[in-house]
């Protein structure tokens, strides 16, 4: 068995050895679980309880936030409540309901697809978007100082315009577990993601040389792992993780995951102060809108874009 999935406690990286400890995460796992991260218990305790209350509402409740853009069915966005569009046969489902937000830019919020019930479900998603946001731009500052690097390097990549989305996951028991998972294997092809999951419930897995290891839930506890974004930006260096959700036949589980790009005009390369002779660059340059275009398209084959950019 390798190393857990490290602990970090985000209020001591500017220490030698908690900063170690997070090398030693990103470089093995490419997760790490945060404590210390500057959201109060009672604030994550609220995020659980509002998410929790939407989810058992009737589904006649729910689709009010639906995430379709006619009244046929056919035709999709991204925001709201709903599912995956299915577009082939053998594409592969996920045993989970789920609500689509988009929290950055604020100015473009989509309220027509907050829930108005429970009513603070606004207030309360818009204060821990605020702290998440606080804690990507320490989380970034901290890996470009593990890289020796400007620390505003990964900072600066995030324009006004960049997209913030916060993704509700409700998981209810599942009678067959052996046929179906909650959410198939992928890497996030963001820059950045931060998640939170119910106390005690787990269900979340990572990839490490071809094996399938949990990573455990922990009360008040955030697991922040990289995106493929990162990962092109610090040349592979550190990876994002390939995981995965699986199913339970007794427990409900929540979970919500607040995923940070860059903006769609921004292009993909390493920073230039990990290049030298001896370092070349290992992906190739891309628009990240060009990025996003294929992400979704080898999401569905169940395979990895960035790895199609390696040099």
């Known amino acids: 068995m390798p190393e857990p999935i490290p602990l970090i406690d985000l209020s001591r990286l ?185 106390d005690n419930v787990g269900g979340l897995q990572v990839q490490r040389d071809g094996k399938w290891y949990n990573v455990p839930a922990k009360p008040h506890t955030l697991v922040i792992n990289l995106g493929d974004c990162l990962e092109i930006m610090n040349n592979g260096i550190f990876r994002s993780p390939v995981h995965r959700v699986v199913t339970n036949t007794e427990k409900e589980r929540l979970s919500l995951a607040v995923f940070y790009a860059v903006d769609e005009e921004t292009v993909l390369e390493p920073a230039p102060g990990l290049l030298d002779d001896k370092r070349p660059p290992r992906y190739r340059k891309m628009m990240t809108k060009d990025f996003v275009a294929g992400l979704y398209e080898h999401f569905r084959q169940g395979k990895r874009f960035v790895d199609t950019l390696k040099i």
Not at 18 to 37: I, M, P, S, V, Y
Not at 84 to 101: A, F, P, T
Not at 143 to 164: C, M, P, R, T, Y
């Open 14 to 198: 500017m220490d030698a050895d908690e900063a170690d400890k997070l090398r030693a995460a990103l470089q093995t796992w490419g997760f790490f679980l945060a404590t210390n991260h500057g959201i109060e218990d009672s604030l994550m305790d609220a995020m659980i309880s509002a998410s929790r209350e939407f989810f058992r509402q009737p589904s006649e409740e729910k689709q009010k936030c639906n995430n379709l853009v006619d009244g046929n069915g056919k035709h999709y966005q991204v925001e709201g409540y709903g599912s995956d569009k299915v577009v082939s046969e053998d594409q592969g489902l996920n045993w989970n309901d789920r609500l689509h937000l988009r929290v950055e830019p604020e100015d473009e919020r989509n309220f027509a697809k907050w829930p108005s019930h429970p009513e603070s479900f606004r207030d309360v998603l818009n204060e821990y978007a605020s702290k998440t946001k606080k804690l990507r731009d320490l989380v970034l500052r901290s890996i470009a100082k593990l890289l020796e690097i400007d620390e505003d390097h990964f900072v600066n990549q995030i324009s006004n315009k960049a997209s913030g989305f916060a993704r509700l996951y409700y998981y209810p028991p599942c009678p067959r577990p052996d046929l179906v998972l909650g959410l198939r294997p992928h890497s996030d092809g963001n820059l950045l993601t931060i998640l939170f999951v119910d």
